[in-house]
């Protein structure tokens, strides 16, 4: 008996109701993960957008606090982000607590026009008000001129301001979040130029294994993605508070499926351990609108811990699941298979079914040119294959079950992938409607979303040769009531 699936993701975040897109304003602030995102309350489609605000201790477990910011004579609250000001440079401090500092773009809705505005909560992001001084950063004269991400640049003692204008970024500085001075340009005729340039983020990261700072710029572009649509990329390089330096020589994408958008990473995380959290709006702008979710549309990327890593003279991220996922992993509902194996079948498995779970799959590529994984439920099913001549993993959801509102939504997904040390590591996290692949470590990401009218209950792993190529399996489900 096939039984409906519910598309809810249990362990990623969605809005109860009504369109969400990207994450905005994400600080970390005595001992709470703040999360906004755009929003709109009166339908599942993007309308005039708000900035609905949860919060969440362990980044899994939220706590909806409602909407924040409202649309004003000055436009729509579009994306932005949010800092504290320990030293109280914008003045806003009227008690024991920092102040909580928001920045985003206005835009006015009858010319397009985006200006950079700020808000700011007294109480620990609770309550939150308008600067009345807003905007702080008028438009120049280019429609596309938003998404401000601010850094506090500590060897300059400013604020840095990153800002996406059309094809490039621009970096602002400022003493005081309020005044705001132009220091440089990044970008035009760089990196992926399909689209317009949105959402950027700008971080130093230590290099895993040394002592060594590089930064880190992330940037979203709208279409232009590498499977078609919106995707997000970065540039690795230097930055003196002044000019950022890319030592890119091609480009490098956050994500290499097709539904990760938008995503940044939190501020003031240094607070707690330091580690460097990302998120991302789990869609694509080609479809966003179309998916079949019903009376709410939108969810999040799990949290992903960035690493820097160094690898054939290249620097590249690493993306890993945040440890906090392990907390939510069951004990009983586990199996794992440590012998070597030609394929392994899973019917009616009832943690494929219980459809919220992480596999980590090893396998030994030398002797093989091919796997395909498997998972469906007889009518509906999606495909994960590696190709080795060709050097890539791709993903089918044609016949996941619902895909026919799409064309994009059914084209194959490529990533080139190449094995390591004779090896290709999988990890995939599935949440309902969601998968994401962690590859070789998180070397490369490719998240998707899938649909289907019935539960999956098969899972299967099988090649064309007749190598015992599994060396390691193990599934996981994946429950949010485990605390
Ligand atoms: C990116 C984006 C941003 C903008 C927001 C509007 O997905 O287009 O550039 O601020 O969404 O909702």
Known sequence: VLKHRNLRPLFHYSPQENWMNDPNGMVYYDGVYHLFYQYYPDGTNWGPMHWAHTVSTDLFHWEDKGIALYPDDMGYIFSGSAVVDKNNTAGFKS??????????????????????????????????TKYEGNPVLENPGIVDFRDPKVIWHE?????????????????????????????????????????????????????????????????????????????????????????????????????????????????NISEKDGRRIFLGWMSNWIYAGATPTEGWRGEMTIPLELKLIQKNDQYLLAFEAVAELNNLMSDDDVLIIDTPQKSIELENNSIVEYGSYWAEIEMETENINDFEIKTGNGLESIFIRFDKVNSTLSIDRSECGISDFDQLFKKEIKCDIQPSEGKIVLDLIVD?????????????????LFFSEYKYNSFSISGSSNNSFIKYFKINSIQKSVN
């Open 432 to 448: 309902q409607s969601s998968l994401e692949i962690l590859i070789n470590g998180g070397e490369k990401v490719m998240t998707v």
């Open 155 to 267: 060897p300059t003692q400013k604020w840095i301001m990153t800002l996406a204008v059309l094809d490039h970024v621009s970096f602002y500085s400022s003493p005081n979040l309020i005044d705001w001075h132009l220091e440089s340009e990044f970008g035009a005729g760089r990196g992926a130029q399909g689209g317009v340039w949105e959402c950027p983020d700008l971080f130093p990261l230590q290099v895993e294994g040394s002592d060594e700072i590089k930064w880190v710029l992330l940037v979203s572009i709208n279409p232009g993605g590498p499977n078609g649509g919106s995707a997000t990329q970065y540039f690795i390089g230097s930055f003196d508070g002044t000019t950022f330096t890319s030592e890119n020589n091609e480009i490098k994408w956050v994500d290499n499926g097709i539904d990760n958008y938008a995503g940044v990473t939190w501020s």
């Open 95 to 128: 008690n024991d607590n920092d102040p909580l500092v928001a920045i985003f773009t206005h835009h006015k809705s009858n010319n397009g026009l985006q200006t950079q505005s700020l808000a700011y909560s007294t109480d620990k992001g609770e309550t939150w």
